[in-house]
């Protein structure tokens, strides 16, 4: 393959450098331009496909994190995805994933934005590098608030998660030492919720 792109790799799983996925018109096929905060990839695969894949890697399957964030959040439409739970990853879709020129975003990197157009909105990464996007203001606006507020929920869940286990181990550890019945502890945290 002599006419293969700069950079084109065959195998990409998001990870916390990557910043940006686009879509990428090469010959009859879409392929997926990567921007990592130091680096650059291409990929013959469309950026859903790689979203799918990433979401596989860290253990959910794409619809399953859909589902999730519907459970979280409530949101059905251009739902923004947690790549990956443990690192915090989030990406959120500029249209409709199905769109061939639904862009991907990372939550976390993006530093700000601003109005370029009615349909274009520049977007500047923690990196200090800009590119125009081509998404109303109002919308792109709109998917960062949606994403922040599954993480909102997803971290209030997690630290519920947490108070939890630890009530249970405290209480756990003081009937070890007075005596009492793990059963009644239990029943009275289910009893509390």
Known sequence: MNNRPKGLIEEYE?????????????????YSQI???????????????????????????????KEGTKQLTGITHKVPIIIDPTNLIYFLPTTSPLNPKCYWVSHE??????????????????????????VSYNSFENQLLRTALLRTRLIQRLKETERKALYFLQGTRYSEVSGVHNEGIINEIYRGH
């Open 35 to 65: 921007f990592e905060l130091e680096d650059e990839f291409l990929s013959p695969f469309k950026p859903i496909d790689i979203i799918k894949k990433s979401c596989e890697y860290f253990g959910s399957s794409y619809e399953g994190r």
């Open 14 to 30: 998001i990870n916390p450098c990557t910043m940006l996925i686009t879509p990428y018109v090469y010959g009859s096929k879409t």
């Open 109 to 134: 990197h993006v530093l700000s934005h601003k109005r370029l157009s009615p349909n274009s909105t520049q977007v500047t990464f923690r990196n200090k590098k800009t590119f125009v996007i081509p």
